[in-house]
């Protein structure tokens, strides 16, 4: 087991365990806050973030900043990861058994970054993380606790792209969620 994020990173990478390495041009680790209260998961790598090597730097990734200073969330202060580290071709869905694959290392992030609030991105994040009987549209925006953590299921941005009126939900969902995080440091003191 990894003492630190860095020396994690250090064992993934090289990772050869699935076939998404063979299209990879970097791995996608996670960036933010190595102790942050708010961890972010998404899907996995798009075509800016495999040339970039970092979470949510595209497209959807813009649409996410933008609602993120809306509702005063500072990216510095999150950590954003995947449930794939690399990227799947053509950006599709990736498969259950390279997911599970690599959730293993996920998972070793939320140990060591031990967030009380996980946001997940989508129906992916949330059926790999909680389980295929939740569902997106009628989960998101719905608190769900486990093992100490908060979850908060969420439309994924890029989403938001090819379907407007789905902004409200998110800028709603992110904004619970920022009084929630807020909440919780105040009884903390
Ligand atoms: N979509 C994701 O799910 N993750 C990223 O890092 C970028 C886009």
Known sequence: MASSLDELKKEIDGCRKCRLCEGRKNIVFGVGKPNADLMFIGEGPGADEDEQGEPFVGKAGKLMDKAFDGVG???????????????????????????????????????????????????????????????????RGRWIEKDNILYMPIWHPAALLRDESKKIDFWKDLKEVKQKLELMENENG
């Open 73 to 139: 969330i500072k990216r510095e202060n999150v950590y954003i990861a995947n449930i794939v580290k690399c990227r799947p071709p053509k950006n599709r869905d990736p498969e259950d058994d390279e997911a599970s694959i690599c959730i293993d290392y996920l998972n070793e992030q939320i140990r060591l970054v031990n967030p009380k609030i996980i946001v997940l991105l989508g129906r992916i994040a949330l059926n790999n993380i909680l389980g295929k009987e939740y569902g997106i549209t009628k989960d």
